[in-house]
Nanobody, 122 residues
Framework: QVQLVESGGGLVQAGDSLRLSCAAS????????VGWFRQAPGKQREFVAA????????VYGNPVKGRFTISRDNAKNTVYLQMNSLKPEDTAVYHC???????????????WGQGTQVTVSS
């Protein structure tokens, strides 16, 4: 079972930057890729970005393209989400999750972290 732990959330102002980290317990065939999702109160969980461990290939959700960057450090089994030009609508709990393929749908992910809160004030 893959364990994932997020960190780096907090309260920032609009226009600020924040970097989230997702530490994974392992990288195996069950954890080929790591994705970030977010969920705001009363809304469905939304895909943010994902990265493949081996190649570094990435995919982004439309609301964050050009502002967020996902990266990985294979030596540390850690995936990062650099968030720039934050907006109040980015406020949500951010979760990382692992999947067997580079995916954008929640049902494709097998293991999830507990999440970290990001709050952007206007």
């Amino acid at each position: 079972q893959v364990q994932l732990v997020e960190s780096g959330g907090g309260l920032v102002q609009a226009g600020d930057s924040l970097r989230l980290s997702c530490a994974a317990s392992e990288r195996t065939f069950t954890s080929t890729a790591v994705g970030w999702f977010r969920q705001a109160p009363g809304k469905q969980r939304e895909f943010v970005a994902a990265i493949r461990w081996s190649t570094g290939i990435t995919v982004y959700g439309n609301p964050v393209k050009g502002r967020f960057t996902i990266s990985r450090d294979n030596a540390k089994n850690t995936v990062y989400l650099q968030m720039n030009s934050l907006k109040p609508e980015d406020t949500a709990v951010y979760h990382c999750a692992s999947a067997r393929t580079l995916a954008t749908m929640t049902y494709e992910y097998d293991y999830w972290g507990q999440g970290t809160q990001v709050t952007v004030s206007s």
